[in-house]
């Protein structure tokens, strides 16, 4: 089928599609990509222009990509005593918490791993807020302006002291 009788958004569908296959699998491009693909999709969008709905998309889901990164850093500083701080493979994932207890345990374990951010350079508290929105030490290593090299260092620093303090805690 030609695109010029296709219907716009299946055009920018058709578009966004082929920028994903070009992208690596689980990377910032490829979420962004596939919300911009959500809202070409939306009944709510209206644009007749594909040029236009493309470059729209795009930036709506950059945004909104963005956005929700930050609220969830956000939530997590507001909220720490609401969440339990989960070491995984290549991030920190945030899970929320039943008891005072674990509360006041994960409120100490995140204000320890950010005096230790801290004494990393200036890097450090914004890599470590990164990782905590679930970013892999790569992805956050590129947020923050420092080598892949770098960035798996200070992930190991963190990992190694959240890891003494949860044997030193338990």
Not at 111 to 120: D, E, I, K, R, W
Request: a positive charge; charged letters at 25%.
């Amino acid at each position: 089928m030609d695109r010029t009788s296709m219907p716009t958004r299946w055009v920018v569908v058709a578009k966004l599609q082929a920028r994903r296959s070009k992208v690596r699998p689980g990377s910032r491009d490829e979420q962004i990509i596939e919300r911009a693909i959500d809202l070409a999709l939306s009944d709510r969008r209206t644009q007749q222009d594909p040029d236009y709905l493309y470059k729209n998309v795009l930036r709506n889901a950059t945004y909104a990509h963005d956005r929700s990164g930050r609220r969830a850093c956000a939530s997590l500083l507001r909220y720490c005593g609401d969440v339990d701080i989960c070491l995984a493979d290549n991030s920190i994932d945030v899970v929320a918490t039943g008891t005072v207890e674990e509360d006041a345990e994960a409120t100490e374990l995140h204000q320890h791993l950010t005096n230790v951010a801290a004494g990393l350079g200036n890097h450090g508290v914004t890599f470590l807020e990164h990782l905590m929105t679930g970013r892999r030490p790569t992805e956050a290593g590129l947020a923050v302006g420092i080598s892949k090299a770098t960035a798996y260092r200070t992930w190991a620093t963190l990992k190694k002291h959240a890891v003494a303090w949860t044997q030193q805690a338990g």
